[in-house]
């Protein structure tokens, strides 16, 4: 099990190698128009750090519609240094629900294509357990999901949840909390725990593991 944070511009001041996790996961860029300013310079630190690393992608950023493949590609060709060295991510909450899972569907094989590496969907519990997502579940699950007695907390091995997984047998990452507080840094982070291993998260940068080989917390 690895343990993961993920940071935005909010964190801006932020001192990657001090931070007590495994894995650092980096918004870079939302919609077809914004890109984070610090990330290509914190994804060079955390490769730097030996830790590992994830670029995610913000949907329907500022409420604005754009077609799936034009925000896959807005993405993809901003890190695009960064193919093979990073797992893609698409957060897909706030008015990205308001979207089709066919547009969800376009990104994610867009960005599997573009990139050759095995992309992972972010969305909340209850969002996930409101409609079908069986068109995804070829894909990786980061869910989210906050109990009260997480938050606050610190690193959780094997933190709680209450939610199913809609569409997926299990999820391959859990967003436990949304303020969290490790060792490096004075404020609050997201923290998640990925069930699986260095090597597991090194082979869906290859696109050569199965995601059901790592699923996680079943209800």
């Known amino acids: 099990m690895l343990r993961a944070v993920d940071i935005s511009s909010h964190q801006a001041g932020i001192y ?3 931070l007590d996790c495994d894995v650092v996961i980096i918004k870079a860029t939302g919609g077809t128009g914004y890109m984070n300013p610090y990330w290509r310079e914190w994804a060079d630190a955390v490769l730097g750090s030996g830790k590992l690393l994830g670029l995610y992608h913000y949907a329907m950023e500022w409420g604005d519609y754009n077609d799936s493949l034009a925000e896959a590609d807005y993405f993809c060709d901003e890190i695009g240094d960064f193919f093979g060295r990073c797992v893609p991510i698409l957060d897909f909450e706030a008015d990205a629900q308001s979207l089709p899972v066919s547009w969800a569907l376009k990104w994610m094989e867009r960005v599997g294509g573009r990139t050759g590496s095995t992309p992972m969907f972010y969305a909340y519990a209850s969002y996930l357990n409101s409609r079908s997502h069986a068109e995804l579940t070829r894909w990786p699950l980061w869910m989210a999901s906050y109990l009260n007695k997480y938050q606050g907390a610190g690193w959780v091995d094997n933190p709680d949840n209450i939610w199913p997984t809609g569409d997926w047998p299990g999820m391959t990452m859990y967003q ?16 998640s725990v990925f069930y699986g291993e260095r090597g597991d998260w090194e082979a869906l940068i290859r696109d050569d593991l199965d995601p059901a080989e790592i699923w996680g917390y079943k209800l």
């Open 176 to 191: 436990y909390t949304s303020s969290g507080y490790i060792g490096g840094y004075d404020g609050p982070l997201d923290l």
């Open 16 to 18: 990657i190698p001090g």
